[in-house]
């Protein structure tokens, strides 16, 4: 599996030792663990509060709501702050930032962008249902982030895009790539980004407040909405920031509570192995024993090629093909290193979220787990009935590990600090996706339909989309609460598994193999869609069913796990992008000179494959006569939407020549150049270690 020397594993070993020693077992005047509960079966010291006790508000207290009021009033500072700094008067400085961030916003911004409440809830429960081996899809960025920094962000940012599809229409040309991409990714993010968070947002506030979903959802919405669509991108850069830091303090405060209640590291290995919840027969099921059994190898990544629930052959490859599409050609994240002051930036701020990212296993998987031992009949309830009477989902009760973990076990104040980290993450995310699909509807969608719409007018259809997207979200709540409340995170890896390849084969072909052209990648890209719906709507229709109760797919469709069949779609997409561009004309070097990885330091002149038409007219310079001042009402709109008061000046043809020769710049000073290279180097061998530790 791994080729290591035997000094590295005895380095491995070694470590593993140390690492235990220092999770050491909590006092013996610990409240709610006695000495036999240390060694006794899991039923005879498993919390188990009834269900019906659970529906109580958890957050009624003055602490709790007054640090959910200071936690409020520093996003909305903060974001008001950046949108007084930044300049959002003009296309680049809205979806951009102006190209002027610095390396640790970034980082902080790639990370909680990634991390969304879906993640708390959806890493904790698969961790509770099945172990540790999801912490591995967490792992496999810090490999990601590195060839983010290094391999593709130079190719984008010496084309001088905005956008991914924009990319693609100037490697290939064309509009139908363009355009495919462009729907094909604001459906990905409703349907997966945006659906999950809010699914797994709803769940922590039903668990928390009690409150009706759609006055919750509609409240969260409305305050992410105000300084997405004033602040741009700045806004909710800078937000994130704020955001990441509150996310990481106080997941760390639970994991201490949870270490401590559970009695320490060692403990909670041999619990996490003998929690079983007591009711495990109902009439009219036959229920398995690994049903309800922790898992044997619960504590490994790395699991069986075959029997493995995440075999390690999809984890370390079919993984890759989708962190590769995620980390590497999505908008969400690309923006945020486009946005960057220059290519030094860029890579330090994918090292800072490389070694964030090492945090959720310990943050969120083993919290899950934990919860599972504290709350073994609710969190891993055997039957049907149980389950529904728990969390009213009657296919498994894993997604509200760590909601309950929360509200249960963290002290007044604390459990308020919690619900901010919750909301923290379905923010961060939901900005970061509002105001990325938004860059995607303006200027691949919108743009290519008012071709010659001035910036204001790009920026406004931008700020109206963002509103469209919070409808559809609001709308999308009935559908989300009626979706399968199985593993969350399984489900959103899965779908992305069948989408997702075909994006991530085209793109790493355009950009390392300069003889694929239009006709390739745009076959590539619609028979892998098809092939990968073939395999969805399968699914779908079938049900992706339970333990208790197996999905009746046929094992010709269903039966190869969604990490092989990742594997399989991106090898065939790869085959008939490089065969139907084989047997049609090839490109001229000419079109490719800085778009392509053999060609990235050409300095000769571009030739555009067809002229884009697209012309964001600048506003008109009326200096013919006495402007009448603006009223109260326009210079507050002005200020509101970042619009400048005074005229714009009109750019020389040098100078905006120059103004571009800047932007795609990717020069670097020698000092910070291998500054960050070491760095790099060092995640790398990070990474190797806590998969060699865990594996």
């Given at each position: 599996?791994i080729c290591?020397?035997?000094?590295?594993l005895?380095?491995?070993?070694?470590?593993?030792?140390?690492?235990?020693?220092f999770?050491?077992e909590?006092?013996?005047s610990?409240a709610s663990?006695?000495?036999?509960?240390?060694?006794?079966?899991?039923?005879?010291?498993?919390s188990?509060?009834?269900p019906?006790?659970?529906d109580?508000?958890?957050?009624?207290?003055?602490a709790?709501?007054s640090?959910i009021?200071?936690y409020?009033i520093?996003v909305?500072?903060?974001?008001?702050?950046?949108?007084?700094?930044s300049?959002r008067?003009?296309?680049?400085?809205?979806?951009l930032?102006?190209?002027s961030m610095?390396?640790?916003?970034?980082?902080a911004?790639?990370?909680?962008s990634?991390?969304?409440s879906?993640?708390?809830?959806?890493?904790?429960?698969?961790?509770?249902a099945?172990?540790i081996?999801?912490?591995?899809?967490e792992?496999?960025a810090?490999?990601m982030?590195?060839?983010l920094g290094w391999?593709?962000?130079?190719?984008?940012i010496?084309?001088?895009?905005?956008?991914m599809?924009?990319?693609?229409?100037k490697?290939?040309?064309?509009?139908?790539?363009?355009?495919?991409?462009?729907?094909?990714?604001?459906?990905?993010?409703?349907f997966?980004k945006?659906?999950?968070?809010m699914?797994?947002?709803?769940?922590f506030?039903?668990?928390?407040?009690g409150?009706d979903?759609?006055?919750?959802?509609f409240i969260?919405l409305?305050?992410?909405?105000?300084?997405?669509?004033?602040?741009g991108l700045?806004a909710?850069?800078y937000?994130?920031?704020l955001?990441?830091?509150i996310?990481?303090?106080?997941?760390f405060?639970?994991?201490?509570?949870a270490?401590h209640?559970?009695?320490?590291?060692?403990a909670?290995i041999?619990?996490?192995m003998?929690?079983?919840?007591r009711?495990?027969t109902?009439a009219g099921?036959?229920?398995?024993?690994?049903?309800y059994?922790?898992?044997?190898d619960?504590?490994?990544?790395?699991r069986?090629?075959?029997t493995g629930?995440l075999?390690?052959?999809?984890?370390?490859f079919?993984?890759?093909?989708?962190?590769?599409?995620?980390w590497?050609t999505d908008?969400v994240?690309v923006q945020?290193?486009?946005?960057?002051?220059?290519?030094?930036?860029?890579?330090?701020?994918?090292?800072?979220?490389?070694?964030?990212?090492?945090?959720p296993?310990?943050l969120m998987?083993?919290?899950?787990?934990?919860?599972?031992?504290?709350?073994t009949d609710?969190?891993?309830?055997a039957?049907?009935?149980?389950?529904e009477?728990?969390?009213?989902?009657?296919?498994?009760?894993?997604n509200?590990?760590?909601p309950?973990?929360?509200?249960?076990?963290?002290?007044?104040?604390l459990?308020?600090?919690?619900?901010s980290?919750?909301l923290?993450?379905?923010?961060s995310?939901?900005?970061?996706i509002?105001?990325s699909?938004?860059?995607?509807?303006?200027?691949?969608?919108?743009?290519?339909?008012r071709?010659?719409?001035?910036?204001k007018e790009l920026?406004?259809?931008?700020?109206?989309?963002i509103l469209?997207l919070?409808?559809i979200?609001i709308?999308?709540?009935?559908?989300v609460?009626?979706?399968?409340?199985?593993?969350?995170?399984?489900?959103?890896?899965?779908?992305t598994?069948?989408l997702?390849?075909?994006?991530?084969s085209?793109?790493?072909?355009?950009i390392?193999?300069?003889?694929?052209?239009?006709q390739?990648a745009?076959?590539?890209l619609?028979?892998g869609?098809?092939?990968?719906?073939?395999?969805?709507?399968a699914?779908f229709?079938?049900?992706t069913g339970s333990?208790?109760?197996?999905?009746?797919?046929?094992?010709?469709?269903c039966?190869?796990?969604?990490?092989?069949f990742?594997?399989?779609?991106?090898?065939?997409?790869c085959?008939?992008?490089?065969?139907v561009?084989l047997?049609t004309k090839?490109i001229d070097d000419k079109?490719?000179?800085r778009l392509c990885w053999?060609l990235?330091?050409?300095?000769?002149?571009?030739?555009d494959?067809?002229?884009?038409?697209?012309e964001?007219?600048?506003?008109?310079n009326?200096?013919q006569?006495p402007?009448e001042?603006?009223?109260?009402?326009?210079?507050?709109y002005n200020w509101?939407?970042?619009?400048?008061?005074?005229?714009?000046p009109t750019?020389?043809?040098?100078e905006?020549?120059?103004?571009?020769?800047?932007?795609t710049?990717t020069s670097?000073a020698?000092?910070?150049?291998n500054?960050?290279?070491?760095n790099g180097?060092?995640?790398?061998?990070?990474a190797?270690?806590?998969?060699g530790?865990?594996g």
């Open positions: 599996m290591v020397s035997k000094p590295w005895a380095f491995i070993k070694k470590s593993k030792e140390l690492c235990t020693s999770w050491k909590a006092p013996d610990n663990m006695t000495d036999a509960s240390l060694t006794g079966s899991a039923r005879s010291w498993t188990t509060p009834s019906s006790t659970d109580s508000m958890a957050i009624n207290n003055a709790d709501i640090v009021v200071v409020f520093l909305l500072a903060i974001g008001i702050w950046a949108m007084i700094r300049n008067g003009t296309v680049g400085g809205f979806f930032a102006g190209r610095v390396w640790w916003p970034i980082g911004s790639l990370f909680a990634n991390i969304g879906g993640h708390f809830v959806g890493l904790a429960g698969t961790g509770a099945a172990g081996a999801i912490g591995g899809f792992w496999n810090l490999v982030v590195l060839l391999l593709f962000v130079p190719i984008y010496k084309a001088g895009v905005v956008t599809p924009e990319y693609l229409k490697r290939f040309g064309g509009q139908r790539i363009r355009i495919y991409l462009s729907i094909l990714s604001l459906l990905l993010y409703v997966t945006i659906s999950a968070d699914f797994s947002g709803a769940i506030i039903q668990q928390a407040l409150l979903i759609y006055l919750a959802v969260l409305l305050i992410t909405a105000l300084y997405t669509v004033t602040g700045a909710v850069i937000t994130d920031t955001q990441s830091f996310m990481v303090v106080g997941a405060i639970l994991m201490g509570f270490f209640e559970v009695g320490g590291y060692n909670f041999e619990k996490y003998e929690a079983i919840p009711i495990t109902e099921y036959n229920i398995s024993a690994s049903c059994t922790p898992r044997p619960s504590f490994h990544i790395f069986n090629a075959v629930d075999p390690w052959p999809g984890l370390v079919g993984l890759s093909i989708l962190g590769i599409w995620y590497c908008q994240i945020r290193c486009l946005s960057a002051k220059n290519m030094s930036h860029v890579k330090a701020g994918c090292i800072l979220c490389g070694y964030l990212k090492l945090l296993m310990f998987v083993f919290p899950g787990m934990i919860s599972r031992i504290l709350y609710v969190v891993a309830c039957t049907p009935a149980q389950c009477a728990s969390c009213k989902v009657s296919v498994g009760c894993s509200i590990a760590y309950r973990l929360v509200v249960k076990l963290m002290p007044n104040g459990r308020g600090l919690m619900l980290v919750m923290a993450s379905l923010m995310s939901l900005t970061s509002f105001n699909a938004s860059t995607l509807f303006t200027m691949d969608i919108y743009a290519r339909i071709k010659r719409a001035t910036e920026m406004l259809a931008g700020r109206v989309f469209f919070i409808g979200s709308a999308w709540i009935p559908i609460q009626a979706a399968q409340g199985g593993q969350l995170f399984d489900y959103i890896q899965s779908i598994s069948y997702g390849p075909p994006i991530a085209v793109f790493i072909l355009a390392f193999c300069k003889r694929v052209n239009e390739g745009f076959y590539g619609v028979i869609l098809l092939i990968g719906l073939s395999r969805m709507i699914e229709a079938f049900g333990c208790v109760k197996p999905s009746q797919c046929p094992y010709i469709i039966g190869i796990h969604y990490l092989y990742a594997l399989i779609l991106f090898g065939i997409t085959i008939i992008v490089v065969s561009s047997m090839p079109h490719l000179y053999s990235r330091n050409s300095v000769e002149e571009r030739v494959l067809e002229s884009d038409n697209l964001v007219q600048e506003q008109p009326e200096d006569g402007v001042p603006p009223g109260c009402l326009k210079k507050f509101f939407c970042g619009f400048s008061q005074d005229p714009t750019l020389s043809p040098e905006k020549k120059a103004m571009e020769k800047k932007l710049d670097e020698p000092l910070w150049r500054v960050v290279n070491v180097i060092i995640l790398l061998t990070v190797v270690f806590f998969h530790f865990y």
